[in-house]
Antibody, heavy 120, light 108 residues
Framework: QVQLQESGPGLVKPSETLSLTCTVSGGSINPYYWNWIRQPPGKGLEWIGYIYYSGSTNYNPSLKSRVTISLDTSKNQFSLKLSSVTAADTAVYYC??????????????WGQGTLVTVSS | EIVLTQSPGTLSLSPGERATLSCRASLSVYSSSLAWYQQKPGQAPRLLIYGASSRATGIPDRFSGSGSGTDFTLTISRLEPEDFAVYYCQQYGSSSLTFGGGTKVEIK
């Protein structure tokens, strides 16, 4: 059974960089798209971006200038960095898997989510 | 970017009733690449429907999806107590993946 687990600081100061890691267990990194999705408290879901098992990336245009997603296949992990954070970046951050051979697919496995609060 | 608009925002129904949720896209969704998710408080979303009408593994047959192009519908034929939750549609037909704003199905 595939499992995803987010980890990282729960509190980040304004203007700093938010960093999270997602560890994948029970399955392989390929051939999938590995995604980050966030949900501000009481609000809806926002896709942040993905990294393909080959290393190619695709980001939400509204966040593209601040986002970097990377992959460490040796550890079965992928990571998110979001720079210059503000209070508006406070959210539950989820990692999620999407199958991907030739086309996209829905998010079939999700992590439990981790709350990141931006505050001084 | 394809904008997904879900309606209504909130649906107040009783157990046993039928729920009909709408998701309208600002542009045609390629190849009916539309999914529905259920989210309960404190939990991650769970995939219910993909390809507009195919049920994901383990999803009861009271959940059904339909539609194509820009108009999609999720129907819950008879609401069970565990079905009261928030439902999101999501399109994966374009490279900028997007979600709808959600519909909350609450107990009347």
């Amino acid at each position: 059974q595939v499992q995803l687990q987010e980890s990282g600081p729960g509190l980040v100061k304004p203007s700093e960089t938010l960093s999270l890691t997602c560890t994948v267990s029970g399955g392989s990194i390929n051939p999938y798209y590995w995604n980050w999705i966030r949900q501000p408290p009481g609000k809806g879901l926002e896709w942040i971006g993905y990294i393909y098992y080959s290393g190619s990336t695709n980001y939400n245009p509204s966040l593209k200038s601040r986002v970097t997603i990377s992959l460490d296949t040796s550890k079965n992990q992928f990571s998110l960095k979001l720079s210059s954070v503000t209070a508006a970046d406070t959210a539950v951050y989820y990692c999620a898997r999407m199958e991907g051979i030739g086309s996209y697919s829905p998010f079939d496995y999700w992590g439990q989510g981790t709350l990141v609060t931006v505050s001084s | 970017e394809i904008v997904l608009t879900q309606s209504p925002g909130t649906l107040s129904l009783s157990p046993g009733e039928r729920a009909t949720l709408s998701c309208r896209a600002s542009l045609s969704v390629y190849s009916s690449s539309l999914a529905w998710y259920q989210q309960k408080p404190g939990q991650a979303p769970r995939l219910l429907i993909y390809g507009a009408s195919s049920r994901a593994t383990g999803i009861p047959d009271r959940f059904s999806g339909s539609g194509s192009g820009t108009d999609f519908t999720l129907t819950i034929s008879r609401l069970e107590p565990e079905d009261f939750a928030v439902y999101y549609c999501q399109q994966y037909g374009s490279s900028s993946l997007t979600f709808g704003g959600g519909t909350k199905v609450e107990i009347k």
